[in-house]
């Protein structure tokens, strides 16, 4: 309720991307760029508006980002070429979700990476953090690792699956 009052006191809200109480994907994706970094109660804001990043002042207003960015083409959604920058024309445009996989920050930035250890039958010891693409090299299903780490299999195509903080406590011990 609070997003709806939001938006009908917001003056750009006839801005046709609003029909019958939906909003178009456009809006969509306007709308929660700024919830990511302007409501410190968003579930994303740690990664956004907490660390630093904004919407550019000219993006306040949904008609400004309409007519900088156009519709947002289906199948795309919106991403920052720079990570590390402010939402803004210059740093922003519409990606596939395999763009924005291959856009993302550098590992050193996240401090609770999720790293896996991959264990073929060869005894090859393989600790990375992408099992996408692991997945993708290995011809395995991101699935079944998946699987695997969590438990619920043992192995799969031979290879084993660890997270690393239970690896390492195997090869402590």
Not at 86 to 94: A, L, M, Q, S, V
Not at 135 to 140: F, G, I
Request: proline share 3%; aromatic share 12%; hydrophobic share 25%.
């Amino acid at each position: 309720m609070k997003r709806d009052m939001r938006r009908e006191k917001n003056p750009n809200y006839k801005h046709g991307h609003s029909s019958n109480g939906k909003v178009s994907p456009t809006y969509n994706s306007w709308d929660r760029m700024l919830q990511r970094c302007q409501n410190p109660k968003y579930h994303q804001f740690k990664d956004y508006g907490g660390r630093g990043i904004k919407v550019c002042e000219r993006w306040q207003d949904f008609a400004n980002f309409l007519e900088d960015m156009g519709e947002r083409p289906s199948g795309k959604t919106l991403d920052r070429i720079n990570n590390d920058g402010d939402y803004e024309p210059k740093n922003c445009r519409w990606a596939t979700r395999k763009e924005q996989r291959q856009n993302r920050r550098k590992e050193k930035d996240y401090k609770n990476q999720y790293f896996f250890v991959a264990v073929s039958k060869q005894g090859e010891v393989i600790v990375t953090n992408n099992q996408h693409e692991f997945a993708r090299q290995h011809n395995l299903n991101q699935g079944n690792i998946n699987n695997c780490l969590g438990g619920r299999a043992k192995s799969h195509k031979g290879w084993k699956f660890y997270r690393l903080k239970d690896y390492l406590a195997t090869v402590v011990a």
